[in-house]
């Protein structure tokens, strides 16, 4: 959409509003105008507010969320091997670790998308539908900790699974809905940096509690469960109080009726006009679900999330078989993830920088084979299979952000937002049925089956993503030939829906 189309989209939407004086602004039809005008102090003020209250509380949901689903990685290895531990406390058979992380992600693939669907309807405020579903997930997060039988647990994870579903996919969603094109693969980056934080603290924190081991008759690992759960619901009350509305109806706290207008012009000129009515919206839901676009790149992310949920679920135990205590080996996971942190800020950085996504992806992917190829070879010494956990933290979590923002990027219209994002985390959080299964204990400690499955799934996502650059390549030229064929009124009408797509 050009300038001149999003400008008269806005006015068109405005006049409307102010012959109804209905809407969320009291501003004259000169202040509408206003918001269109260049003003650099506004658009810094604009970003500046959005940057520290999106992202943040995106951002730290998603960390907490992400703490809580890799939590019990951490509870398994405090007491691997030990009657009192995990898996000898509940009478686990030999592949119960397992079916306790598979059993998760049942309900929250299969949630991702009428969950954000809902979120799209706009009835509920935002902040009430995440936050509120955040207790309610911290509660029982608690419970795995104080659950007395294996089936307690599975029965504890399977409506963490049912809770969860709408947090992440909705949080990408409201990142999605304040940024622009080019402005949210950054933000992603910080979003899911904020989820690699969740699982570094998790290791000191479960470091931590082996002094508390024992204290009111719990064991250290029940322990982990209730104290990560506790945090969970104190941070949720904060998150049904700052979650902002979606744009149009952002609360004054938060924007201005100006800061509002002149946002919501911005996301116009960069995605095209999103509003009730227009030509986006009344795609047909069928054709959004059926989009290759998403289909494709989230095939990409689960490629990527083999390795990442790989590693979530299983270095803490990887690391206990390379000689560390278990203790000990809760630390050494805190480099591999505070790795994944700084080869996001600097990959996404530099392909933000450049406005390309694609090269940077086939360079990351490159970094995770290293590390994949290290573990399938499994050298003798130790501190080369601890080495290539770094290379696959360094290509693998860069990804992610560059993938999210990359389909966000190429979707225009809130309904293929919540969609596309609901099931790129959703669908993508399968390659958890993956690497939940792939590692099988007797295997231990070479793991054949799990290290070859990472390697052939970090291949495929080397040639998906080529693929991918390929068809929105070849698609942008088809739609320049097409617009060179039509009338300027019919090119106006065609670019609503047909925009040049970036890879």
């Known amino acids: 959409m050009t300038m001149s189309e999003a400008s008269k989209s ?4 405005k006049e409307v509003k102010l012959e109804k004086s209905d809407g969320p602004s009291d501003s004259s039809f000169s202040d ?18 959005r940057d520290l209250v999106i992202v943040p509380v995106m951002g730290v949901l998603y960390m907490v969320l992400f703490l809580d689903r890799t939590n019990i990685a951490n509870a398994r290895a405090l007491g691997i091997g030990k009657p009192d531990g995990l898996e000898g406390a509940l009478h686990m058979p030999s592949d119960g670790y397992n079916k306790a992380l598979w059993i998760f992600y049942i309900p929250f693939v299969l949630a991702e998308v009428p969950a954000n669907l809902i979120l799209n309807m706009n009835k509920i405020r935002p902040g009430i539908w995440l936050g509120g579903q955040m207790f309610l997930l911290g509660i029982l997060g608690m419970c795995q900790g104080l659950t007395s039988s294996y089936g307690g647990l599975l029965a504890v994870r399977f409506l963490l699974g049912v809770f969860e579903a ?8 409201m990142i999605s809905m304040y940024y622009t094109r080019r402005e949210a693969a950054v933000r992603f980056a910080w979003f899911f940096n904020f989820a690699l934080a969740g699982p570094l603290f998790s290791g000191l924190l479960a470091y931590a509690i082996q002094n508390i081991n024992g204290a009111g008759g719990y064991q250290g690992w029940r322990w982990i469960f209730i104290i990560e759960g506790l945090v969970t619901v104190f941070i949720s009350v904060f998150v049904i109080w700052l979650c902002p509305n979606i744009p149009h109806h952002a609360q004054s706290w938060f924007l201005t009726a100006q800061e509002r207008d002149r946002l919501v012009y911005q996301l116009e000129v960069s995605r095209g006009a999103e509003s009730k009515g227009s030509a986006v919206d009344n795609v047909p839901i069928w054709r959004v679900l059926t989009d290759w676009r998403i289909h494709l790149l989230t ?11 790989s590693i979530a679920s299983f270095s803490p135990t990887i690391l206990t078989e390379l000689g560390w205590v278990a203790t000990i080996a809760q630390l ?5 993830w505070a790795a994944g942190i700084v080869s996001t800020f600097i990959i996404t950085w530099l392909a933000t920088r450049v406005n390309l996504r694609t090269p940077f992806l086939l360079f990351s992917i490159c970094l995770q084979l290293v590390g994949w190829c290290i573990m399938v070879t499994y050298p003798r010494a130790a501190g080369v299979r601890y080495l290539a956990l770094f290379f696959m933290a360094a290509g693998t979590f860069p990804q992610m952000s560059i993938l999210m923002g990359w389909l966000s990027a190429n979707l225009r219209g809130r309904k293929y937002l919540a969609v596309g994002m609901a099931w790129m985390v959703g669908f993508g959080n399968c390659a958890n049925f993956i690497s939940s299964n792939v590692f099988i204990t007797t295997e231990s400690p070479r793991y054949p089956t799990g290290f070859h499955t990472g390697l052939a799934f970090t291949i495929l996502g080397f040639v998906l993503t080529s693929t991918v650059c390929l068809l929105l390549f070849l698609s942008n030229k088809r739609r320049e030939r097409i617009r060179a064929r039509i009338t300027d009124a019919e090119r106006e009408k ?6 040049k797509f970036v890879y």
């Open 32 to 49: 509408v105008v206003g918001v269109m005008e260049d003003d650099p102090k506004l658009d810094r003020t604009i970003r500046w507010k």
């Open 494 to 499: 065609y670019d609503e829906l047909y925009f």
């Open 299 to 309: 095939m990409c992310f689960f490629c990527c999330d083999v390795t990442a949920s």
């Open 10 to 13: 806005v006015l068109q939407e």
């Open 166 to 173: 709408s947090l992440p996919a909705g949080a990408t969603y």
């Open 332 to 336: 050494m996971t805190m480099p591999v």
